[in-house]
């Protein structure tokens, strides 16, 4: 059972942490001691849809470089979260 809480740098309030680091290396420990687990969810939703949008292939290095950018982004800051052109997202009904 994962008990860990930790001050998510997206939420800026404290909230239950991932169980493990959920990125390889440096930034993925980064992700896993300052950053929550809703976060790290809504991250993945705003990663699906940037790899339909832009039909990215997560295997080509150029995909992997941008995904890597706006996951700091949307994350920690430190910049403008890219939204595609005209992107309007699916409603909830």
């Known amino acids: 059972m994962n008990d860990r809480v930790v001050f998510c ?3 800026q309030c404290e909230a239950k942490g991932l169980a493990k680091p959920p990125y390889p290396g440096e930034l993925g420990q980064r992700i896993f001691e300052q950053v ?3 976060a790290w969810l809504a991250w993945r939703s705003h ?3 940037l790899i339909n949008e832009y039909r990215l ?3 080509d290095p150029k995909a ?3 995904l ?3 996951m700091e982004k949307f994350l920690f800051g430190g910049g403008e979260v890219t939204q595609p052109e005209g992107y ?3 409603s909830g009904d």
């Open 64 to 66: 992997r470089k941008f």
């Open 36 to 38: 929550s687990e809703s």
């Open 57 to 59: 292939s997560p295997i």
């Open 9 to 11: 740098a997206r939420l």
């Open 68 to 70: 890597e950018e706006e």
């Open 47 to 49: 990663q699906t849809m």
């Open 88 to 90: 309007v997202p699916p």
